[in-house]
Structures are given as structure tokens and as C-alpha cells.
């Protein structure tokens, strides 16, 4: 009877684990959602922030955000694919392609904090860009690259081979293949673990504080040129976005109200991290439906 | 989704000179493969000749370095930069997360696959993953608010300290060890049979066959949560209290040497002793994580055999 009750104890320890894990996530985020949403409004969502007075807002930086995002996805996106072609159809087993594998490994692992030091010292210092939107958007691209070519090449793995082979079998170069069979029939699982690896480059800041910097110049949203000093759009601006602006005013921030604004700017960037991942799963299945005719 | 084109259609529309891009297009992912090795070993060499000025260029002893606990970059007339406290904070809160957060990554997995697959799985999997989604900032952000204030209060010392560094850890590596565990659930299902075939209990089963059949990747994912909790910043730097001594228990402020770089980056000169000391310390991150893919090398390649 002994082992008996060992095992009842193991199942309630089990279960006990679980629920402390359940525990913690339901307490982190109704905490974020509680205490953040209501500083939120639409006026926190659209003023600019202040360094010494309360009551600013985070439209800057919500901005920087997401066209950081849209940089780093626009250079690592074709990046990481190439990359994920190659290794998926194109490395031969090898010496080589064991050499790839291991960089990605490399990439993957490495402290985002260690890739920032490395923006700090090639895309700030030794091209004398100073803080930049491009040299934050290059240091996030390596840190996003790995996920990408991983993602993009188990997608091109799992094609099923039928598909590559009838093409081949056609007299369609390989190139050709890849471009119009293979890719089309990749794309939900690649748009999907695109989605997952750009809300992971949202929240982070450790990276970009050496590279984006902890300011933002003066922004006049009715201004396109994206060379003008001013411009949003200029990619050779300092950006500091939500997530380093959440660490910012904890650390070094004036503002008398730093709890309200970075308690407000933690559920933004919460909800978008959701929003990313809920998109994900739903332009998964969508497609999936509309690609393979299953339910 | 707008016209649909026939396969047919498409496929023939190929360019005259196909041969052109079949070519173009292998140089393409050519590059791109070669531009992710160089970024690599880019980062290797850039970082490597940076941290290693401090002792060639300014001749900071090594040994001071990594040993010494006086830790004094700014005194002008006897200046000492000496990082163990740092080296050992950040070996601590590794240490010390792993073995708080690797039993209930552990327990999560098991609970997943063995007590309760079919339900424990569809709540705990997207528990899970919404954790890994939550930013590092906003963990430290509430270990600042939340956590801080409450050891102050209720268990002693500042609040800032390296219990709290070890909490907030322990709660972001968490999903690593438990996601990485998914390994148990892809053992072959004989033994779960044979061991109950024998009259073993559940617990019995887990213990004495599961867990050691599943060692080498339960380690692996202990090994991953600690690489991470190895290079986390900004969470950490936000609770732990950043101080330059080294702790003498739980409740002593400390500092690990990712919380000294972003701490001290943007006010040291660049190029100055102490900024490069900085670069030093990066390259021990850099080391210490080619070590941990090494350590996780060999444990695949025992789960291999």
C-alpha cells in the first residue's frame, strides 16, 4: 500500500505544480490588464511623452515600435527565406551545411544583450550612424534571423515531396519549382511563424538600447520625406521604443508618474505581443482552410 | 486572393533564359546563407578583439579580473577592476533559477503528458506560450512594482535584491524548461506499457523509467533556461539592486554583468579603460554561451545513442 499513497502524493505534487503554473499566468496578466488599462485612452495613445511632467503619452513611441518592427522585417524576412531555401533545398550534407546549422545555433543562442553591444560597436560606432532606427532594426534582424530560417525551412520541408517531384518531372527548373511551387504551398506555415518571431521583436528592448538609443527627436507626422530630420520615416533617426521606454522611465525617467505610464505602456505592449499571436493562428487556419480544403 | 492563374499558366511563363534564373536564383540563397555565416563570425571576431583591449591595450591583469571583488574603475589614482562580484551574480541567479524553475518546468511537462494529457495539455500549452510571449521589460517592471515591495515588506533587507533577481528569473525560464520538454511525450509508448505491464504505479513509472529515459533532453531544457537566464538584462537589472559588492545572502542587493553593462554603457567614455572592462564582460557572455550550446551538443548527442 505504500507506493500506493507515493503516488497519490506525486499526483497531487503534479497537480499542484500545475496550477501554480496557471496561477502565476492568470495573476501577471490580469495584473498588466487591470493596473495598465486603465491609464490607457485614446489621448495616452496619442500624445507625446514628457520627460519631466506627468500626464504624457507613448505616441512616439508606439510609433518607433512598430515601424522598427516593419524595418527588421523588411531586411530579415527575404534574409532569413534565402537562408531557408538554401538550407532546405540546396545544402548538400556536408562539412559545410553542418557549418550553417551551427552559426544559426550560434545566432540563436546569443544574449540579446551581447547582439546590442555588437550593433553598438558596427552599425553605431564604426559607421559613425550615432543611434539609428536601421542599426536597431539590423541588430533585431539578427536576433530574428535564426527563428525565420528555422520556421521557413521546416515549412519547406514538410511540402510534400509528390508536389516538388510532379514539377521536376515537368521539366520545371529547380529555381522555377521553388518560386512557384514550393513557396505558394509553404506560405501558411511560414507567414504564421513570421507573425510569432515579428511579436517576440516587439517587446524587445535590451538590444535596442544601444543601437536605437533612449531618445526621440522631435516628430512631425505630416512630413514624409523620409530623409527630412523630422520625418517618422527617416530610418538615420534615434528611436526609443515602447519596451526600452518602459525601462527607461523605471530606471532613469523624471516623471513623476512613471508607475501610471509604464504601467499603461506594459498593457499596450502586452495586448499587441496577443494581438501578433492571435493573428498568427488566424491567418494559419484561414489559409490552411482555403489551401487544403479541409475543415 | 484575386484571379486565379492555372499552374499551368504560371509554370509556363517561365523567362526565355531560364537558365539565367535558375542561376540568379542560387546565388541568391547563396548569399543569404553566406551573409548569416559572416554575421557570426563577425560577432565572434568584433567582440572578441573588444573585449580583449582591456587587458592588451590597457594592461588590466586577467587574473584581477575574474578573481578580485574590488571593483573601482572611477578612482583616478589606484583604479581596480576587479568583476568576480559581477561573474559570481550572474552564476548565482543562473544557478539558483534553474534549480527553482527546473522542478516546476519538469512537473508542468509531466503533468502534460502523463497525469492529464488530454485536458492538462489544452490549458496548460497555450499558458505556456503566452508566457514566453510576455516581454522581458514587463516582467521586470512588475518584479519592480510587485515583487520588490513584497520581499521589502515581508521577508526583509532592501527588496532589492538577489532573491527577487532569482524569482523573476525563475518565472521567465520557466516556459523554456517546460516547452523543451515536450521530449517526454515522444517516448515510445512500450515503456509506459511495460513499466504498468509490471504492476508499477504511475509515480513508480515516472521515476524510475520515464525521467531517466528522458534525462539527456530534460537536461537540455534546463540548459536552454539557464543560457537565457545567463544573458537576461533588463528584468534583472531592474530588481536586483546593482551594487559592487558581493552579496553575502538571499536578501543582499547585487549585480550580474549583464546589469553592469546596461547600466554603465551610456555613461562611460567609449574607448576609456572602464568602457572596455564593459566589452570584457560581453565577451564572458559571448564565451559562456558558446559553452552552454556545447554543454547542449553533448547532451544530444547522448540522447542519441
Known amino acids: 500500500m505504500k507506493s500506493k499513497t507515493a503516488d ?23 495584473f498588466i490588464l ?58 548538400k550534407p556536408g562539412k559545410v551545411t553542418d557549418i550553417i546549422r551551427s552559426c544559426i545555433e550560434v545566432l540563436a543562442s546569443l544574449p540579446s544583450i551581447v547582439i546590442g553591444m555588437f550593433g553598438l560597436l558596427v552599425f553605431v560606432n564604426t559607421t559613425g550612424w550615432g543611434y539609428t532606427i536601421l542599426g536597431g532594426a539590423l541588430a533585431l534582424t539578427i536576433i530574428n534571423l535564426p527563428s ?42 511560414i507567414l504564421t511563424g513570421v507573425i510569432l518571431a515579428a511579436g517576440r521583436v516587439f517587446g524587445e528592448a535590451a538590444a535596442l538600447l544601444f543601437t536605437a538609443g533612449l531618445s526621440t527627436p522631435r516628430l512631425d507626422y505630416a512630413n ?46 502586452v495586448i499587441s505581443v496577443l494581438l501578433f499571436n492571435l493573428l498568427a493562428r488566424w491567418i494559419g487556419s484561414i489559409i490552411t482552410k482555403k489551401i487544403t480544403a479541409t475543415k | 486572393m484575386g484571379k486565379i492563374i492555372p499552374a499551368k499558366e504560371r509554370l509556363l511563363k517561365s ?37 580583449l583591449q582591456s587587458f592588451i591595450k590597457n594592461g588590466v591583469s586577467l587574473i584581477e579580473f575574474l578573481t578580485s571583488t574590488q571593483w573601482n574603475p572611477t578612482n583616478k589614482a589606484n583604479p581596480e577592476y576587479g568583476a568576480f562580484p559581477f561573474i559570481f551574480g550572474s552564476f548565482a541567479v543562473t544557478f539558483l533559477s534553474a534549480i527553482v524553475a527546473a522542478p516546476l518546468g519538469i512537473g508542468g511537462a509531466i503533468f502534460m503528458t502523463e497525469i492529464a494529457p488530454s485536458w ?112 537576461e538584462a533588463l528584468a534583472v537589472q531592474m530588481v536586483i539592486g546593482n551594487v559592487r559588492d558581493l552579496p553575502s545572502n538571499l536578501l543582499d542587493a547585487s549585480a550580474t554583468l549583464t546589469t553592469i553593462i546596461t547600466l554603465n554603457m551610456g555613461h562611460t567614455t567609449y574607448g576609456s579603460v572602464e568602457n572596455n572592462t564593459l566589452w570584457s564582460m560581453g565577451l564572458i557572455l559571448l564565451v559562456m554561451s558558446f559553452v552552454f550550446i556545447l554543454l547542449i551538443r553533448y547532451l544530444s548527442s547522448r540522447r542519441k545513442m
Request: charged residues 15%.
Open chain 1, 8 to 30: 497519490r502524493i506525486a499526483t497531487g505534487v503534479f497537480i499542484a505544480i500545475a496550477i501554480i503554473i496557471i496561477t502565476l499566468l492568470v495573476g501577471l496578466f490580469s
Open chain 1, 34 to 91: 487591470v493596473n495598465g488599462l486603465k491609464h490607457v485612452s485614446f489621448d495616452f495613445l496619442t500624445s507625446p511623452s514628457s520627460n519631466v511632467r506627468a500626464g504624457g503619452g507613448i505616441r512616439d513611441q508606439l510609433f518607433n515600435s512598430f515601424y522598427v518592427l516593419f524595418i527588421t522585417m523588411l531586411i530579415a524576412i527575404p534574409l532569413g527565406l534565402g537562408g531557408a531555401i538554401y538550407m532546405a533545398e540546396y545544402a
Open chain 1, 148 to 189: 525565420i530560417v528555422r520556421v521557413g525551412e521546416d515549412a519547406i520541408r514538410s511540402v510534400p515531396r509528390d508536389l516538388k517531384e510532379a514539377s521536376l518531372a515537368l521539366g520545371i527548373t529547380k529555381w522555377h519549382t521553388i518560386k512557384t511551387v514550393i513557396l505558394p504551398s509553404a506560405f501558411p506555415s
Open chain 1, 224 to 269: 514624409w520625406n523620409p530623409f527630412s530630420e523630422q520625418s517618422p520615416l527617416n530610418i538615420f533617426r534615434p528611436a526609443e521604443t515602447l519596451a526600452v521606454h518602459i525601462w527607461s522611465v523605471n530606471t532613469q525617467g523624471l516623471i513623476p508618474d512613471v508607475e501610471e505610464v509604464s504601467s499603461g505602456s506594459a498593457a499596450v505592449l
Open chain 2, 15 to 51: 523567362e526565355k533564359n531560364w537558365m539565367d534564373g535558375e542561376l540568379r536564383g542560387k546565388i541568391l540563397v547563396i548569399i543569404c546563407a553566406v551573409i548569416m555565416i559572416s554575421a557570426t563570425i563577425s560577432i565572434t571576431i568584433f567582440l572578441g578583439t573588444k573585449g
Open chain 2, 120 to 231: 492538462g495539455r489544452k490549458i496548460l500549452q497555450p499558458v505556456v506560450e503566452l508566457l514566453v510571449g510576455i516581454p522581458s521589460v514587463v516582467y521586470g517592471f512588475i518584479g519592480l512594482t510587485v515583487l520588490v515591495p513584497f520581499v521589502r515588506g515581508h521577508v526583509g533587507g532592501l527588496g532589492f535584491s538577489l532573491l527577487s533577481g532569482v524569482i523573476v528569473l525563475s518565472i521567465m525560464i520557466l516556459p523554456t524548461i517546460t516547452t523543451a520538454t515536450d521530449a517526454m511525450s515522444a517516448l515510445p509508448k512500450n515503456l509506459r506499457e511495460g513499466s504498468y505491464a509490471l504492476g508499477a504505479t504511475r509515480w513508480q513509472t515516472i521515476r524510475k523509467v520515464l525521467i531517466p529515459a528522458a534525462l539527456p533532453s530534460l537536461l537540455t531544457a534546463v540548459v536552454l533556461g539557464m543560457a537565457r537566464a545567463f544573458g
